[in-house]
């Protein structure tokens, strides 16, 4: 069955007895589809369903939350509910409007694409940073899906309906993805994923000189608490509820004064999980906005020096973050393939002009 027609669903009959504020003009259409769907915590203190929301959906406000209270739009076990309607343990929490998600309604685009390998069954591309990888709230064009669309026709989709995405890197991270042409290479390349057993290497570019040379990093990442646009790791004894189990192994590369170039291999896929967990061990990287990594958070108190790293984030507006490395096994063939794609030219700009401060102060 496609994912419209399990989303669609018929405007809930109670609606107008929940909520009373409704009338025919704002019911429209008795078709709905939903663009949210939220599980509450077994832990979830009561809530109004408004606050809960903003703490799930990015970019919301509470504005257009509360006028789709309003609009009979909210529901909660498939009740209609008011904005002020409180969230309790294992309530599930969706949002439905009468058009599907735009992210799903795809318009093929002619973009270039960076192809690094294809063949009849696997497509490995190398993004390019400030490209996001699917549509999404506020990204409905100009992805790297919009581009595949246009220039591969029949693209299997996977469990979320993406065509071809069998994982994805942020948009303004840059490197390897691999694409799937076919339904065999789609479900036995996110068998591999699933398994663990591909090889994923990132490069970063991380504020100050870490201790070790090499260690590995374990966290449950999940939403922050407190800010909806990041993720944390929880540590405590409902990490479990909180997060997803999350594992990185970085080892450094080279050493800039105040800046670390490092190396870092996932075990697991968790949204941000890099840029996640290098903040929790106190090395946000470079220039990484969302984490707070485009201050000063390492240095001198020098005019200069303060000129100097503004400089840098000239060059490198963006997180320093790269997908260098990628190896998996052909879903056809068996055969052990690896990728990899060279440090771009922003992230090099950047760590010459490192290597050039660093000479300096050793001199």
């Known amino acids: ?90 309530d599930v929490v969706t949002v439905m ?41 506020g990204n409905y064009s100009g ?18 309906d993406r065509p071809g995405l069998v994982h994805r890197i942020d ?19 996110a068998k591999q994923f699933f398994n663990k057993t591909t090889e994923r290497e990132y490069v970063a570019l991380v504020w100050g000189n870490m201790d070790e040379d090499e260690g590995t990093i374990e966290g449950n990442i999940g939403r922050h608490p407190k800010n909806r646009l990041q993720n944390t790791v929880f540590l405590d004894e409902d990490a479990d509820e ?35 967990h290098m903040k929790h061990i106190g090395h946000t990287l470079f220039n990484d906005e969302r984490y707070g990594g485009e201050r000063i958070l390492k240095g001198t108190t020098f005019s ?7 400089n840098c984030f000239k060059v490198l507006p963006r997180q320093a973050l790269h997908a260098r490395t990628l190896g998996f096994k052909h879903p056809v063939s068996g055969e052990m393939m690896r990728f990899e794609a060279p440090i771009p030219e922003d992230i090099q700009q950047c760590l010459d002009k490192w290597r050039s401060y660093s000479r300096h102060v050793i001199e």
Do not use: W
Request: charged share 25%; hydrophobic share 35%.
């Open 171 to 189: 948009k303004d991270t840059s490197g390897l993805l691999v694409v799937a042409k076919t339904e065999i290479a789609m479900t036995k390349l």
């Open 97 to 137: 409007f009468e058009h599907p998600p735009y992210e799903y309604l795809l318009t093929p685009e002619d973009l270039p694409i960076n192809i690094v390998y294809e063949d009849d069954h696997v497509l490995v591309v190398n993004k390019a940073a400030g490209m996001v990888v699917h549509p999404g709230h």
């Open 242 to 276: 909180k997060g997803k189990p999350a594992v990185t192994h970085y080892k450094v590369l080279e050493r800039l004064t105040y800046v670390t170039l490092v190396s870092c291999r996932l075990e697991t896929g968790r949204t941000h999980q890099i840029r996640v």
């Open 143 to 160: 992805t790297l899906i919009n581009a595949l669309t246009f220039h591969f026709d029949n693209l299997p989709n996977n469990s979320s």
């Open 304 to 310: 200069k020096y303060k000129q100097f790293v503004e």
């Open 1 to 90: 069955m496609a994912l419209m027609e399990i989303m669609k669903k018929q405007r809930p009959k109670v609606m107008e007895e929940t909520n009373p504020e409704v009338g025919p003009e704002q019911q429209g259409s008795d078709d709905l589809y939903e663009h949210f769907r939220f599980v509450a915590d077994k832990g979830q203190q009561p809530l109004r369903v408004d606050k809960y929301l903003m703490n799930k959906v990015e970019n919301a406000t509470r504005n257009k939350i509360q006028k789709s209270a309003k609009d009979g739009n909210i529901l909660v076990n498939d009740v209609a509910v008011k904005s002020n309607h409180k969230v309790r343990p294992d």
